[in-house]
């Protein structure tokens, strides 16, 4: 229980250092891809920072671009990004979908081949 209270500090002071305020509470989202550009400078940054850190997908493994936290942590994590109200970095069918499916039945060409780039947003995954 002391490392859950020691990592929601520890979260609570990165959040406090590198979500911009002016962010915060703008509801702004990126989906990733090619065709979609993040306009706002804070939020380029934002995001970058969440890419760096593997906070755009927190509960994944490290070596395909996540965070590797466990259950515990990503909702700590969550909670604590709900409180100073952060945007989410990176939402759509990659991190929902596609990305959870590989992880659990893709093979580790499949999932090198595809995870980092949906981790980073370089990729924007769709399926009908």
């Not at 490392?3 to 915060?24: G, H, M, V, Y």
Request: proline share 5%; net charge negative; charged share 25%.
């Amino acid at each position: 229980m002391a490392s859950l209270e020691k990592f929601k500090q520890e979260t609570r002071e990165w959040l406090a250092d590198n979500c911009p305020s002016d962010i915060r509470g703008s509801g702004m989202t990126y989906s990733g891809g090619q065709k979609e550009t993040i306009d706002d400078a804070d939020f380029n940054t934002w995001f970058a920072r969440c890419v760096k850190r593997g906070f755009t997908v927190p509960s994944w493994p490290i070596e395909y671009g996540g965070a590797g936290l466990s259950s515990d942590e990503v909702k700590i994590l969550t909670e604590e990004m709900r409180l100073i109200k952060a945007p989410v970095p990176l939402v759509g069918m990659g991190t929902a979908m596609i990305g959870p499916t590989l992880l659990e039945l893709g093979d580790d060409d499949q999932k090198a081949r595809h995870l980092p780039g949906i981790a980073s947003g370089a990729v924007r995954w769709c399926q009908g």
